[in-house]
């Protein structure tokens, strides 16, 4: 585990559910946007489209127009860029072999199970320096339903 919480924002984490349920039984995508100040915290969340086809099989893909826009949004926002958020679909959040390659050291790979358009299970992975890997991280999220 790593040692720090990926805090989220009540507001954001209920929008995220809500996006990741609208875009069932597809596989939903988004930025995690905000800052490390005094902790790691997400106050905002950026919905993109999934550009991947069959999605629902095969995991999300970004369009590099996307994160660009994510990229200029934080920048105008004096916001991090702090992550990716991503739907699993009627399975377990786990980590596939893809996600370990091509993580960056610096994102939260936050994953919402939602099995039959309702959410299961929140879980958030981060690059662990130690392991060389991906490792869960501890989610804090005041007066917000993490745990069903």
């Known amino acids: ?32 946007f905000g800052n490390e100040k005094n902790a790691r915290t997400v106050s905002y969340a950026y919905p993109v489209q999934n550009i991947r086809k069959n999605n ?3 995991g999300y893909q970004i369009d590099p127009l996307d ?19 991503q739907s699993s679909v ?3 959040n786990h980590l596939s072999n893809l996600d370990q390659h091509y993580a ?5 790979y936050l994953k919402v199970a939602v099995y039959k358009g ?3 299970e929140i ?7 130690q392991l060389k ?10 007066k917000a339903q993490l745990n069903y």
């Open 67 to 85: 994160y660009l826009k994510a990229e200029q949004f934080a920048e105008e926002k004096g916001l991090q860029i702090l992550g990716i958020y």
């Open 90 to 92: 009627d399975q377990p």
């Open 1 to 32: 585990m790593l040692q720090s919480n990926l805090i989220i924002q009540p507001n954001v984490i209920e929008k995220i559910k809500s996006h990741l349920r609208h875009h069932y039984p597809e596989v939903g995508v988004g930025f995690l």
């Open 123 to 129: 879980t958030s992975f981060r690059f662990h320096d």
């Open 56 to 58: 629902h099989l095969k």
């Open 118 to 120: 309702e959410i299961k």
């Open 104 to 108: 960056l050291p610096f994102f939260s």
């Open 133 to 142: 890997r991906l490792a869960e991280e501890p989610i804090f999220s005041p």
